[in-house]
Antibody, heavy 121, light 110 residues
Framework: QVQLVESGGGVVQPGRSLRLSCAASGFSFSTYAMHWVRQAPGKGLEWVAVMSYDGSNKNYADSVKGRFTISRDNAKNTLYLQMNSLRAEDAAVYYC??????????????WGQGTTVIVSS | QSALTQPASVSGSPGQSITISCTGTNSDVGAYNYVSWCQQHPGKAPKLMIYDVSHRPSGVSTRFSGSKSGNTASLTISGLQPEDEADYYCSSYTSSSTWVFGGGTKLTVL
């Protein structure tokens, strides 16, 4: 069955970096766009970034543009989120989600269980 | 990238129907039929309930339905059941080639 497993979360100091991973299985990863979404403690969902099926196109929320980089390795069925210059407001559970098709306008379909990022000195 | 507007909370009794609204602009909800709804139980990952305004993924109950008029999308849940109690979020593709979520609506089944 379709499964997405995030990893890489943890405690990091403000200004430092962290890389999240999302391992996909049970579907043809290389044919679907992928999203990252986050949820701060007690808050709602916030869309973070999207990458097309082949990695040729990507886009970001204004709140992370210039600091976060989404990437994928289709040979490893894995999505990444490189997070630099982390701020307190980046603390959240980060979810990866497979889109319903290859391009960004396809909505979010299956979600992983999330990985928690805590930004604290 | 302003969040879509949802009511903070709605409630209903078992067996009743409720509707949750999601208001955007003519740059997101009003511009595309790429509106989705997801359900999130406490401590759990979100689950897709409706996509492309009114389509249900396989396995989602027919009690869930979606619609759109202008800049406002709606999720209707009929025949409310206790397990429907959860947070519901709408999301929409935007003219900036990004996605935006609503602030979320807490559904209480009385």
């Amino acid at each position: 069955q379709v499964q997405l497993v995030e990893s890489g979360g943890g405690v990091v100091q403000p200004g430092r970096s962290l890389r999240l991973s999302c391992a996909a299985s049970g579907f043809s990863f290389s044919t679907y766009a992928m999203h990252w979404v986050r949820q701060a403690p007690g808050k709602g969902l916030e869309w973070v970034a999207v990458m097309s099926y082949d990695g040729s196109n990507k886009n970001y929320a204004d709140s992370v543009k210039g600091r976060f980089t989404i990437s994928r390795d289709n040979a490893k069925n894995t999505l990444y989120l490189q997070m630099n210059s982390l701020r307190a407001e980046d603390a959240a559970v980060y979810y990866c989600s497979s889109a319903m098709g290859p391009y960004y306008y396809y909505g979010l379909d299956v979600w992983g269980q999330g990985t928690t990022v805590i930004v604290s000195s | 990238q302003s969040a879509l507007t949802q009511p903070a909370s709605v409630s209903g009794s078992p067996g009743q129907s409720i509707t949750i609204s999601c208001t955007g602009t003519n740059s997101d909800v009003g511009a595309y039929n790429y509106v989705s709804w997801c359900q999130q139980h406490p401590g759990k990952a979100p689950k897709l309930m409706i996509y492309d305004v009114s389509h249900r993924p396989s396995g989602v109950s027919t009690r869930f339905s979606g619609s759109k008029s202008g800049n406002t999308a709606s999720l209707t849940i009929s025949g409310l059941q206790p397990e429907d109690e959860a947070d519901y979020y709408c999301s929409s593709y935007t003219s900036s080639s990004t996605w935006v979520f609503g602030g979320g609506t807490k559904l209480t089944v009385l």
